[in-house]
């Protein structure tokens, strides 16, 4: 991901943070140099030092056995915001967007279909709809059995890491000011969080 100096997310556990809000991404592989990409929920963990994405496919998806032993880009990214020129001291300035990425690269494992995803789609549970988690537990063996049948779940352990935080960090003091004003007025919600995220930087 192109990223000038001063917009690099370089904390690893900020980076992480982020991914675990904002866990709905978009995995991106490519099969004879065509992109393919599915947006799924991933869950995101630490493993003998290791940052690890698990999440699983829907059987039918030809993703789910493309992705095997290949090189897999998973992009985080929310939220984000328009940033006017009126904001700026001077006349000859143009807009542009504020935002936060994160671009996990690394190979997919697949899960065995048992245990292994079994115990993927409890953690997931956990993690999305704890309350769910005793429903799930009561279902007919049988029902779980086939819903599981028709998923492939993976995880990917993350060799490249590579975050960025566009927030105007090279604008003078007075208008980020502005436009943290600006943002915290906002009734977009992810315009708002934009400002929230450009606050913890000062």
């Known amino acids: 991901m192109y990223t000038p100096k001063h917009f690099q997310l370089t904390d690893e556990q900020e980076a992480i943070s982020f991914m675990q809000r904002y866990s709905f991404a978009t995995i991106v592989t490519a099969t004879d140099n065509v992109p393919f990409a599915t947006h799924l929920p991933f869950l995101v963990s630490k493993r003998d030092n290791k940052i690890v994405l698990s999440s699983h496919f829907a059987k039918a998806n030809p993703q789910a056995t493309e992705i095997i032993g290949k090189d897999g880009l998973v992009i985080f990214t929310e939220p984000h915001a328009y940033i006017s020129p009126k ?116």
């Open 87 to 202: 904001h700026y001291e001077k006349e000859t300035n143009v807009p542009t967007w504020n935002y936060i990425a994160v671009h996990a690269y690394g190979k997919a494992t697949i899960l065995s279909e048992g245990e292994q995803t079994a115990g993927l789609l409890a953690q997931m549970i956990s993690n999305y709809e704890a309350d769910y988690l005793t429903q799930w537990n009561n279902l007919p063996d049988e029902y779980k059995q086939r819903m599981m049948k028709g998923i492939v779940a993976f995880e990917i352990i993350v060799d490249d890491l590579q975050g960025k935080q566009k927030l105007s960090q090279n604008r003078s003091e007075t208008e980020r000011e502005n436009i943290i004003n600006a943002l915290g007025k906002s009734t977009d919600t992810t315009e708002a969080e934009i400002g929230k995220y450009m606050s913890l930087l000062k």
